[in-house]
C-alpha cells in the first residue's frame, strides 16, 4: 500500500534545506511524488468549476498538494447555512462571493498560488470552448445537473479531462470522463434529481418539483418547525439577479425594510392575519411575486411569472378538472380550483394548530390530508405563476421526497479522491483511473471505499457518439415549437441555446438562438411546418459546440399528460462502434474506435493509497468476471434498472449512486 507524505513547509523538503530565519510559505505535500509529477503541477492550469462544500475542501486539497494554478467559478454568494461545512467561510463573509472568499482563505495556505476566481454562472456564453482548452484539468463540485450536463459537453468539446464529483448525505462519488474513452456524464439515464439550489426554490422555479420542495417549507413555515434553510420568500441576495458584487453584499445584509416586504418571520406574519386565507394567497402568489419582478436581471433569458390576485380569481368563472375522466387524486384542477382547495386547506389546518394549543406545531405527512391538500394547492398554484403544467395531487404526493443533509465528512472524503485520480492523470497513468463509490456501510470485506473500472463511452448515447441522434415521440398536432426548445431540448436534453433546422430539403429554420429571430413560431405547432412522423430535426447549441439529430416519431397515443417520449434509454439509429462513418464525427462526439480501459485485473496494493487489498470489479457497471465477456456486458444487463447501473462485486443495498447530486 502506497503511503502519503507528511504536511510540511515547502522550505522542509528531502533536496532543499531550509535558510535560517526563513518563513514557510506554505505546506505542501512530500514524499510520495516524483519531481517530474511535482513539476507537473507546477504548471498545470486547473478549472474547479463550484465553491460549496465539495470545492472549499477540493481547493484547499489542491494547492497543499502543489497545484500552482487554479480557476474557479461559483455564481453563489455565502449563506449563514453554508457555515457548518464550507469550512473556507466565516461569520464575516455572509453575503459576498463564495469563489472570491475562497480564493481569499486558501491563498493563505499557499501565497505563492495563482489563484483566478470569477463571481459567475459556467454556462454565462463567455466560456466557451476555447476557454476550457485553456486547462489541463477540470473539476467539478457542482449541486445541480444542467450545470453537470453543460460542463461535461464543453469537456468534450474542448477534449479536456473531466473529474466529476457529488455527495447525498453519507454516499459520495468520483469518475473519470475522458472524450473517446469513458463514458461521459449523459450516457446512461439519471434518476429524478432530489435537491435542488434555495435560489432555485425561491426565485427561479424551472420544473413542478422545485414548487413541490417551495410549498413542504411553506407547510413547515407556517405550520410546522421553521427552518432558517427552508425559507420561501423572495431571495434578495440572489447572486444571478446582479452581476454587481458590492450589490450583491448590500442586497444580502440589507435592513429589516427590504422594499415593500418586511422581513419578519413567515409564521409570525402568518399568526398576525389570524391565518387568514386570502392574504396568504395574494402575499404568496400577488406581492413576493411582483417583488420577484423587480429583480429584472432573473427574467432577461427566463420567461417572467405571472402574479395571481384573489379577487380576480374569484371572478373567473366554475373550474372544471383538465383532466378528463379518472379517479379524484388523478385530477389536475383548474387555478380557482386549486386556489379553493388552498383556502379550504389552510382553514383546516389553522383549526388543527388552534385545538393543539399555543406553541404547538404541524408536522407534514404525505398521509395526512389536510397536509397533503395544502402542498398540492399551494405547489399548484406556483407552478401557474411560472407557466409550468399543474400536476394532479396523485403526482404531487409522488414527487414530494425528503430532503438529504449535507455532511462535512463526506465532502471531505471525496474532495481527497478528486485530487487522487488528478495526479493519476497528470502522471500520465489515465489507466489506473477508477470510479469510486464512498458508501455508508462497509460491503462484506469490510470496505468503505469500492474502486471501479470506468466504462467505456456508449455508442448510443445522444451527447458523445460520433453521431449523436434520437428519436422522439410527441403529436405534431398538438407540440408547440415553445415546448420543443424549452421543454425537450432544453430540459430534456440539456442545450443553452438551441438552433433548430428541418431537414426538408429547404433548410427551414424552426428555431434560432439569435433573439427575435424566430419568436413569431413559439406558438405555433409543429405541423405547421410541415413535421410529421418520421421528420428529422438539426439542432446546434453553438455554445456547448454540440449537434444533435432529432428523429420525430408522431403519435396519438400518448399517456395523460404526457408531452412526449424519448424512445427508449438511448437512440434507436445512432451508429454502431464497429462501422462509424469516417469524416463526420463532430466536435461533442468520441471516437468510436478508441481501445476504452475495461481490464478486469484487480490493481496491485500500491495502486491505490484508498484501500488495503483491493475490492476492485471489472466495470463500474457490470459484474463481469472475465474479460473475454466484455463485448457481451450490455446486453447482459440491458433489463436491468438503470438508477442502478453501477454494481458491486458483492453483494450490497442497491443505490442510487450513478448519479449522486451534491447538496452544497
Known amino acids: 500500500m502506497r503511503t502519503i507524505g507528511a504536511l510540511l513547509p515547502s522550505s522542509q523538503n528531502q533536496t532543499t534545506a531550509r535558510p535560517p530565519n526563513a518563513k514557510p510559505t506554505m505546506a505542501q505535500l512530500v514524499g510520495p511524488l516524483r519531481k517530474e509529477l511535482a513539476d507537473s503541477l507546477s504548471s498545470c492550469r486547473v478549472l474547479v468549476v463550484g465553491a460549496g462544500g465539495i470545492g472549499c475542501e477540493l481547493l484547499k486539497n489542491l494547492v497543499l498538494t502543489g497545484f500552482k494554478n487554479i480557476e474557479v467559478i461559483d455564481l453563489d454568494t455565502i449563506d449563514v447555512s453554508n457555515l457548518n461545512r464550507q469550512f473556507l467561510f466565516q461569520k464575516k463573509h455572509v453575503g459576498k462571493s463564495k469563489s472570491q472568499v475562497a480564493k481569499e482563505s486558501v491563498l493563505r495556505f499557499c501565497p505563492s498560488a495563482n489563484i483566478t476566481a470569477y463571481h459567475d454562472s459556467i454556462m454565462n456564453p463567455d466560456y466557451n470552448v476555447e476557454f476550457f482548452r485553456n486547462f489541463q484539468l477540470v473539476m467539478n463540485a457542482l449541486d445541480n445537473r444542467a450545470a453537470r450536463n453543460h460542463v461535461n459537453r464543453m469537456c ?20 473519470v470522463i475522458k472524450k473517446g474513452k469513458t463514458e461521459c456524464y449523459e450516457c446512461q439515464p439519471k434518476p429524478t434529481q432530489k435537491t435542488f439550489p434555495g435560489c432555485t426554490i425561491r426565485n427561479t422555479p424551472s420544473e ?8 413542504k417549507y411553506l407547510f413547515n413555515q407556517l405550520f410546522g418547525e421553521e427552518d432558517a434553510d427552508q425559507e420561501v420568500s423572495p431571495d434578495t441576495a440572489d447572486p444571478e439577479a446582479t452581476w454587481n458584487l458590492e450589490e450583491a453584499e ?55 411569472p405571472l402574479p395571481l390576485d384573489w379577487t380576480e380569481i374569484q371572478k373567473l368563472g366554475c373550474s372544471k378538472d383538465v383532466s378528463g375522466s379518472g379517479l379524484k387524486d388523478q385530477q389536475v384542477l383548474g387555478v380557482q380550483g386549486y386556489a379553493q382547495l388552498f383556502q379550504c386547506s389552510v382553514e383546516t389546518l389553522r383549526s388543527q394548530l ?64 478528486i485530487v487522487l485520480e488528478g495526479l493519476k492523470i497528470l502522471n500520465s497513468d489515465f489507466d489506473q483511473c477508477r470510479t469510486i463509490f464512498l458508501n455508508k456501510q462497509p460491503n462484506p470485506r469490510k470496505k468503505l471505499l469500492v474502486p471501479c473500472a470506468l466504462d467505456p463511452p456508449n455508442p448510443n448515447c445522444y451527447v458523445c457518439a460520433s453521431q449523436p441522434e434520437v428519436t422522439v415521440k410527441l403529436n405534431v398536432h398538438k407540440t408547440l415549437v415553445l415546448a420543443l426548445q424549452d421543454k425537450i431540448l432544453k430540459e430534456k436534453f ?10 426538408d430539403g429547404k433548410g427551414t ?59 427508449g434509454d438511448a437512440p434507436e439509429h445512432a451508429p454502431t462502434p464497429s462501422a462509424p462513418e469516417e469524416g463526420k464525427s463532430i466536435a461533442n ?32 457497471s457490470t459484474m463481469e468476471t472475465s474479460p473475454d465477456t466484455s463485448n457481451r456486458k450490455r446486453k447482459h444487463h440491458d433489463t436491468d434498472d438503470s438508477a442502478s447501473k453501477r454494481k458491486r462485486v458483492e453483494q450490497q443495498p442497491a443505490q442510487d449512486d450513478d448519479d449522486i447530486i451534491a447538496l452544497d
Open 156 to 175: 468534450l468539446a474542448a477534449n479536456i479531462p473531466l473529474i466529476e464529483s457529488g455527495t447525498a448525505g453519507y454516499l459520495g462519488q468520483v469518475t
Open 208 to 215: 413542478p418539483i422545485h414548487c413541490i420542495v417551495w410549498a
Open 250 to 304: 448590500a442586497r444580502a445584509t440589507a435592513s429589516e425594510q427590504d422594499g415593500d416586504i418586511k422581513r419578519v418571520s413567515t409564521k409570525e406574519w402568518a399568526r398576525s392575519t389570524g391565518y387568514n386565507p386570502v392574504k396568504l394567497f395574494n402575499k404568496l402568489y400577488k406581492d413576493d411575486i411582483m417583488y420577484l419582478l423587480t429583480m429584472d436581471k432573473l427574467w432577461k433569458k427566463r420567461k417572467a
Open 354 to 417: 388552534k385545538d393543539k394549543g399555543d406553541g404547538a406545531e404541524l408536522v407534514w405527512d404525505k398521509d395526512d390530508s389536510p397536509a397533503m391538500d395544502f402542498v398540492t394547492a399551494a405547489s399548484n398554484l406556483r407552478m401557474h405563476v411560472f407557466s409550468m403544467n399543474m400536476k394532479s395531487r396523485f403526482d404531487v404526493k409522488s414527487m414530494a421526497g425528503n430532503i438529504i443533509p449535507a455532511i462535512a465528512t463526506t465532502n471531505a472524503i471525496i474532495a481527497g479522491l
Open 494 to 503: 440539456g442545450m443553452v441555446a438551441p438552433d433548430v433546422q428541418i431537414e
Open 509 to 567: 429554420i424552426l428555431i434560432s438562438s439569435e433573439e427575435g429571430e424566430t419568436e413569431g413560431n413559439n406558438n405555433k405547432f409543429l405541423s405547421d411546418f410541415g413535421i410529421r412522423n418520421g421528420s428529422r430535426l438539426q439542432v446546434d447549441d453553438f455554445l456547448q459546440d454540440y449537434t444533435l439529430l432529432v428523429n420525430v416519431l408522431h403519435s396519438e397515443d400518448l399517456a395523460k399528460d404526457v408531452e412526449f417520449e424519448v424512445v
Open 589 to 620: 462526439g468520441s471516437n468510436d474506435s478508441a481501445q476504452p480501459s475495461t481490464s478486469s485485473k484487480a490493481a496491485a496494493d500500491d495502486d491505490d493509497v484508498l484501500i488495503v487489498d483491493s475490492d476492485e470489479e471489472p466495470s463500474s
